[in-house]
T-cell receptor, first 121, second 112 residues
Framework: NAGVTQTPKFQVLKTGQSMTLQCAQD?????MYWYRQDPGMGLRLIYY???????DKGEVPNGYNVSRLNKREFSLRLESAAPSQTSVYFC????????????????????FGEGSRLTVL | QQPVQSPQAVILREGEDAVINCSSS?????VHWYRQKHGEAPVFLMI?????EQKGHEKISASFNEKKQQSSLYLTASQLSYSGTYFC?????????????FGTGTQLKVEL
């Protein structure tokens, strides 16, 4: 079971370049998330998708766009990369708690990918 | 607004206990706890829901005071494997979608 898979794991960009981070999950989860992690800042939510076809802004959406291509895949795009976007990016998936009522096998936990380390010069 | 975690860092000897606190200025629906080891992804420990329900790790306990909007994670008889950074993630009502706001983390180091 692969869980949550992110690509690429490492990327170096120049200011102004664009790129897309790919994320796929094989757990049939409805909800998917993109977080960024910076030293001393913890994890901050960039975008969130409650289900296929829906997306919603998180705490720090500026400079990013997302696409929920299907139930499995949720991509994050940087249209014009800036040095402030140097970070480690984590994709995650989960099943919403309101879908799990009465099911003690599931906890509503977030399953994270291994992370993508992005450096913008 | 991010929840506030305390302490920021703690060093324990193997076998000692620790408490990590998480405090929010807003009403909460749920509190999640995660542990992250250096260079790895966060791993789920526990979720505490409004109303007292808990789900998660069998060997780690936690509490959730809804009125004070605070949660505490209790690590007893610490082991070397407990080392890492602990994050609380909070979700405000109506909740249920696991759309979390994480604290800045508590670094825990367990030594022999």
């Amino acid at each position: 079971n692969a869980g949550v898979t992110q690509t690429p794991k490492f990327q170096v960009l120049k200011t102004g370049q664009s790129m897309t981070l790919q994320c796929a999950q094989d757990m049939n989860h409805n909800s998917m998330y993109w977080y960024r992690q910076d030293p001393g800042m913890g994890l901050r939510l960039i975008y969130y998708s409650a289900s296929e076809g829906t997306t919603d802004k998180g705490e720090v959406p500026n400079g990013y766009n997302v696409s929920r291509l299907n139930k499995r895949e949720f991509s994050l795009r940087l249209e014009s990369a800036a040095p402030s976007q140097t970070s480690v990016y984590f994709c995650a998936s989960s099943e919403a708690l309101y879908r799990l009522a009465g099911d003690n096998r599931n906890t509503g936990e977030l399953f994270f990918g291994e992370g993508s380390r992005l450096t913008v010069l | 607004q991010q929840p506030v975690q305390s302490p920021q860092a703690v060093i324990l000897r193997e076998g000692e206990d620790a408490v990590i606190n998480c405090s929010s200025s807003k009403a909460l629906y749920s509190v999640h706890w995660y542990r992250q080891k250096h260079g790895e992804a966060p791993v789920f420990l526990m979720i505490l829901l409004k109303g007292g329900e808990q789900k998660g790790h069998e060997k780690i306990s936690a509490s959730f005071n809804e009125k004070k909007q605070q949660s505490s994670l209790y690590l007893t008889a610490s082991q070397l494997s407990y080392s890492g950074t602990y994050f609380c993630g909070t979700e405000k009502p109506p909740g249920g979608g696991n759309k979390l706001t994480f604290g800045t983390g508590t670094q825990l180091k367990v030594e022999l």
